[in-house]
């Protein structure tokens, strides 16, 4: 391993006047790469990543809302918003989509000890979200 190579594996913990340089996981590193998460960045307060996490749950919860109950059981029951859904449920679900994305980068950022976790939380999620939003994509074309 080169210089550069060794410096972007390595994770660097300052505890009062100590410095300690770990090896990061093969698997870490991979999803540092993907997520353009810097290691000589210093990380972010864990509760601004608590922040993100709650504000895009709730974005994709309201998405599933919309989907689920409100576009196609209660409008239509008092004739209004019949054929909308997509127009709204398109934008709502990018949106959504995109929160994921960033809630997932912002615990890697923070360096989070449970980064895996929310991880697949958010993958699970933005799963849901897409195939919502494929679906209203086909309603729209078809």
Do not use: N
Not at 20 to 28: F, G, I, M, S, V
Not at 84 to 98: E, H, K, S
């Amino acid at each position: 391993m080169d210089q550069t190579t060794t410096e972007a594996a390595a994770a660097t913990t300052t505890t009062g006047t100590t410095t300690e340089t770990t090896e990061r996981p093969k698997a870490d590193q991979f999803m540092r790469r993907i997520l353009r998460v810097p290691d000589e960045r210093k990380p972010v307060p864990e509760s601004d990543t608590h922040r993100i996490f709650g504000a895009s749950i709730l974005l994709s919860a309201t998405r599933c809302l919309l989907s689920y109950i409100v576009l196609p059981i209660l409008l239509p029951a008092i004739g209004l918003a019949k054929g909308v859904g997509p127009y709204i449920g398109i934008p709502i679900g990018i949106l959504a989509l995109t929160f994921d994305f960033l809630g997932i980068r912002r615990f890697w950022l923070a360096d989070h000890h449970q980064r895996w976790l929310f991880s697949a939380v958010y993958a699970v999620v933005g799963a849901m979200v897409l195939t919502l939003l494929v679906v209203d994509i086909v309603d729209l074309l078809g």
